[in-house]
């Protein structure tokens, strides 16, 4: 799994560079792994502004200036936070693209109506804000590989839709 993340970095990486597009993160499920495995690449500073791991609803409301009503409306885990996560991010460290993730990683903390592997992630352009909803099967560590990956994915779809 971990190969699979460092390729779709190395991807990121590379798409950013030559579209001199610069990257944030703002993440909960995945606790910072997604910004972990962009700098793990030599010269990432280059396209890599910032990451927040906004873990309580707390830390959502205050460091990413998101609405509480909206949080307690919605849920942590939603389409509207993930979308939120990743405008507000964007905005405040005036990146060209950001990524978002929130999610219920396990073993505990799920529900009916949202159970144990739901994810959805955002990514954010200066132009349009993308979420996607995702459903992982797998421990903890397995949900939160996952997330990354598909993240990273998503992102770089997004990225190759930039003109250079």
């Known amino acids: 799994m971990w190969q699979k993340i460092n390729n779709q970095s190395e991807i990121l990486f590379h798409n950013c560079l030559e579209k001199k597009l610069t990257v944030t993160t703002a993440e909960s499920c995945t606790g910072g792994m997604i910004a972990s495995s962009i700098v793990s690449i030599s ?9 927040v791991v906004t873990y309580s609803n707390e830390m959502k409301s205050k460091i990413l200036n998101m609405s509480l009503k909206s949080i307690n409306e919605n849920g942590a885990v939603s389409k509207v936070i993930a979308y939120a996560m990743a405008s507000n991010v964007l905005n405040l460290m005036n990146s060209d693209i950001s990524i978002a993730t929130t999610g219920i990683a396990g073993p505990g903390g799920g529900s009916k109506n949202k159970p144990v592997g739901l994810v959805y ?9 993308v979420t996607k909803r995702y459903l992982f099967k797998g421990n903890r560590l397995k949900v939160r590989q996952e997330t990354t990956l598909e993240a990273l994915k998503l992102a770089n779809e997004i990225i190759e839709t930039f003109k250079s």
């Open 43 to 51: 010269g990432s500073s280059a396209i890599f502004k910032s990451s």
């Open 121 to 129: 992630i955002g990514i954010g352009t200066k132009q349009n804000t």
